[in-house]
């Protein structure tokens, strides 16, 4: 008997002319005017979700690398195409269960896509019925038609979850959530829930490789490995690669079956790692229902600063506070130094006594040896070195844990190997790259990438953690490189080799259960050391040397660490935009003002150390919590967004690399302004020496309030200039740079006025669903741009009345627990 794989099944070798592919490829689909050719593995993926439709799955879940693209969108016209052809031609039974197929996602922008698609002459929005899901639980079609969802029991709409969970007020058929669009768990769990309230019959999610759907739902999985991808490439080939609605671009290198790694050995620094990590690892043992001891918090996010950290401390210190995400190293230095645990009894007195000594000491002097010289910083720019010269003409991209980090690598690369950080910080373009040597780029892995089928070659510093191991098989990249001390290097190999074994776990019962034939073997090879081992204490060992196990190690350190990563993340979640600056517990208590809103008495709990978006007038602002009073108008988001309005809009006229590149200017200018106040000692005297450059600015509090973030850049462009000559700043001054910076803080401003004037008159007509002067005035500042989508994520609340603080899980903030009675007191809320 012939033998019987998994693509015979997918991908059919003798496909009727009636299939959907062949009729698709037949008329062509075409994006934006470019044929679009779905690939081998575009029809694996739909061919395996319609068998899994038509079983009794309820659930699917598709693994994909790492990227940036348009899948979920592509799995939502396939089902609705499916189901209109059912429709058209009566065959049954149908793979799509009735009931609107709804594609949910933050800020996927179906609506969008669909206009930009068409097959043959058919454009797809009018063809598939799509319509859009507003705030109020109506549906909007592209002509601006405003229906209610029950009144389309066949269409296909969009959920934006930035306007949060809007009742449709009748089931929905098949749910495709775009979890590759969400930033956290959180946003997934919400979409789920909302699927669940709607009696969706069937939700598939398109997530990232080495993410986990949970527990909530038995859910088929089908992740898409280096091995199976190897296997469809080597038996079925690869198609041209052209946008993000295919996969075509995963095809065009021959995946590499696991990460490569750089070592490095570096005792003292190891050593000092292990210690700090086993005093974490101890304190997560301890069996209490009280929280951390602030010392000990303190300790582990000063760890997690410190090995992330690949150049100066001070300089990423600077960033960290800029961007809003936390204290530096420096003051958490200070926090653990004088943390004694006095006073603290049970436990947390035993660990007083026997761990903590060991652990304070440690991540101390890790401080003090990474702070006076980071030893690991030379090693990058060897790697960078040999990047370029071993790959020439491919992209470089130096990837990060955190944003902060990003920029202070890009500022330090940028004086040693010249060119401007700016520059650094931004994506690389897609396509083949001309010269000899390649771009170099410094990314955050917040930061998404295409897609795409040219080389691209990516330096991960250090090991990420377990959640994050899918990092390492992106699809953004062909090639991938962890930096990683020898110590570590176990660790990573033991993470890799288990995800590889889950996946194929997976695959294995994935392809039973539909009866899909035989899938490939697995494969969990050594990781191979493409650099080093490189040693910091000692001579250079040869480049072929393997990495030596730590014989010292009595504990298994793989273990040790992924029992680290979890107090770990918890403790160092960051801030989110516009939160005060001290980092929280995922869920961690916080303190909180409990305000009660109009119109329907619904109790809000705001951070109480962050500022809010309040109209005063005709005047858009920006205030603290506790500035609010009866009769404040409230802007807040709705859903997962957690976004400023300004800032959408911002976002909606730029694209995220300019972004980029004005926040980056922006803090260049408050470091500079910063750097003028230490020299001078206060803010009268930065004054005094301004007004001698020529400034006419009236008092030295509108000079702080440059310093602070509270006003975005002075209004004369001259004195940008004045504050980059006084703190000798030659990132302003050079390259024309402040004027650039003169000119986006003026359309900062115009875009500030315009919302004190029209905000509540845009989101009214946003809400209505009509165009009137309010949002046309929007559209116009905005280069012409619909921003009604963006004006619904947010509501417009007036403040009632103000109560007192209590101590709230982060995860209630923001979030209304439902209407109250007008009788209902802030200080009675739960």
């Known amino acids: 008997m012939a033998r019987v794989t998994y693509l015979d099944c997918l991908v059919p070798p003798d496909a009727d002319p009636a299939d959907f592919f062949e009729r698709v490829q037949a008329l062509r689909m075409t994006d934006r005017g470019r044929t679009v050719d779905l690939g081998p593995l575009d029809r694996a993926t739909l061919t395996l979700l319609s068998r899994a439709l038509s079983s009794d799955q309820r659930s699917v879940y598709l693994g994909l690398p790492r990227g940036q693209h348009d899948l979920a969108v592509l799995i939502g016209i396939y089902l609705q195409l499916v189901r209109r052809g059912a429709e058209l031609t009566g065959k049954s039974p149908c793979p799509v269960p009735d009931g609107p197929v709804v594609v949910v996602?933050?800020?996927?922008?179906?609506?969008?896509?669909?206009?930009?698609?068409?097959?043959?002459?058919?454009?797809?929005?009018?063809?598939?019925?799509?319509?859009?899901?507003?705030?109020?639980?109506?549906?909007?079609?592209?002509?601006?038609?405003?229906?209610?969802?029950?009144?389309?029991?066949?269409?296909?709409?969009?959920?934006?979850?930035?306007?949060?969970?809007?009742?449709?007020?009748?089931?929905?058929?098949?749910?495709?959530?775009?979890?590759?669009?969400?930033?956290?768990?959180?946003?997934?769990?919400?979409?789920?829930?909302?699927?669940?309230?709607?009696?969706?019959?069937?939700?598939?999610?398109?997530?990232?490789?080495?993410?986990?759907?949970?527990?909530?739902?038995?859910?088929?999985?089908?992740?898409?490995?280096?091995?199976?991808?190897?296997?469809?490439?080597?038996?079925?080939?690869?198609?041209?690669?052209?946008?993000?609605?295919?996969?075509?671009?995963?095809?065009?290198?021959?995946?590499?079956?696991?990460?490569?790694?750089?070592?490095?050995?570096?005792?003292?620094?190891?050593?000092?790692?292990?210690?700090?990590?086993a005093g974490v690892v101890a304190a997560r043992r301890v069996h209490t229902l009280e929280p951390w001891p602030q010392p000990i918090a303190d300790a582990v996010r000063l760890l997690n600063l410190l090995w992330c950290s690949w150049g100066s401390i001070g300089r990423q210190d600077t960033w960290q506070v800029l961007m809003g995400r936390g204290s530096g190293a420096r003051a958490l230095a200070r926090s653990v130094s004088r943390g004694t645990l006095e006073g603290r009894a049970g436990p947390w007195g035993l660990f007083r006594e026997t761990q903590w000594p060991d652990l304070r000491r440690g991540v101390l002097n890790l401080y003090e040896l990474l702070y006076d010289g980071n030893p690991r910083w030379d090693l990058l720019l060897a790697l960078i070195d040999w990047a370029r010269a071993d790959r020439a003409g491919v992209p470089v991209l130096v990837r990060t844990r955190s944003r902060s980090a990003a920029a202070a690598v890009a500022e330090e690369l940028a004086d040693a190997l010249g060119g401007d950080a700016d520059s650094l910080l931004l994506a690389p373009r897609p396509g083949p790259v001309a010269g000899a040597t390649g771009a170099l780029h410094v990314m955050p892995y917040t930061e998404r990438l295409a897609w795409d089928p040219s080389p691209r070659f990516e330096l991960h510093l250090g090991v990420p953690s377990t959640l994050r191991t899918g990092v390492l098989f992106s699809g953004a990249a062909d090639e991938h490189v962890a930096v990683v001390e020898q110590s570590e290097y176990t660790w990573l190999e033991r993470s890799a080799g288990r995800a590889l074994h889950d996946w194929h776990e997976q695959i294995r019962q994935t392809a039973a259960v539909l009866r899909l034939g035989e899938v490939p073997e697995p494969a969990t090879p050594p990781l191979p050391v493409a650099y080093g081992p490189v040693d910091f204490s000692g001579p250079s060992s040869a480049p072929d040397d393997s990495p030596q196990r730590d014989s010292r190690l009595a504990l298994d350190l793989s273990a040790l660490f992924e029992d680290y990563d979890a107090p770990a993340r918890a403790i160092s979640t960051p801030a989110a935009p516009g939160r005060g600056a001290t980092a929280v517990a995922a869920d961690g208590p916080v303190p909180a003002t409990a305000v009660l809103t109009e119109p329907e008495g619904a109790v809000l709990w705001l951070r109480s150390d962050e500022q809010v978006d309040v109209l005063i007038g005709q005047r858009y602002a920006r205030v603290p919590v506790a500035a609010l009073t009866p009769g404040s108008r409230l802007l807040r988001a709705r859903g997962d967004g957690q976004s400023r309005l300004h800032d959408r809009l911002v976002m909606v006229m730029h694209d995220s690399a300019e972004v980029t590149a004005m926040d980056t200017m922006i803090g260049f200018f408050r470091q500079a302004i910063i750097a003028v106040h230490e020299q001078r000692g206060s803010w009268p005297n930065v004054l005094t020496a301004l007004k001698n450059l020529g400034s006419e600015v009236s008092s030295w509090q509108a000079v702080s309030k440059w310093a602070d973030g509270s006003v975005i850049a002075p209004e004369d462009p001259q004195d940008i200039h004045r504050v980059a000559l006084l703190a000798r700043d030659t990132r302003l001054t050079s390259g024309g740079t402040w004027q650039r910076l003169a000119r986006m803080a003026e359309e900062l401003r115009r875009l500030h006025r315009a919302l004190g004037h029209t905000a509540a008159a845009a989101m009214t007509e946003a809400v209505r669903g009509t165009e009137g002067p309010a949002l046309r005035q929007l559209k116009t500042l905005c280069s012409g741009i619909d921003v009604s989508e963006v004006l619904e994520e947010f509501d417009l609340v007036v403040v009632r009345r103000v109560g007192g603080q209590k101590s709230v899980s982060a995860s209630a903030l923001d979030r209304a627990p439902g209407p109250r009675s007008a009788s209902s007191s802030p200080q009675e809320a739960p």
């Open 105 to 277: 996602g933050l800020r996927t922008n179906v609506t969008v896509r669909l206009a930009q698609l068409a097959i043959g002459r058919q454009n797809l929005s009018r063809a598939l019925r799509m319509q859009r899901i507003r705030g109020d639980g109506r549906v909007v079609d592209l002509q601006g038609k405003i229906t209610r969802a029950v009144d389309s029991p066949s269409g296909l709409f969009y959920l934006n979850t930035a306007l949060g969970r809007p009742s449709l007020g009748t089931s929905v058929g098949t749910v495709v959530i775009d979890r590759t669009s969400m930033a956290n768990d959180r946003s997934w769990e919400r979409a789920l829930a909302w699927a669940s309230e709607h009696g969706a019959a069937r939700v598939v999610a398109v997530a990232d490789l080495g993410t986990q759907p949970g527990s909530s739902r038995a859910w088929m999985q089908w992740p898409w490995t280096p091995a199976l991808r190897v296997d469809v490439r080597h038996t079925l080939g690869h198609r041209p690669a052209y946008g993000p609605l295919t996969s075509n671009a995963l095809l065009a290198h021959r995946p590499a079956a696991a990460p490569s790694v750089a070592v490095y050995r570096h005792e003292q620094l190891a050593e000092l790692y292990r210690t700090v990590v």
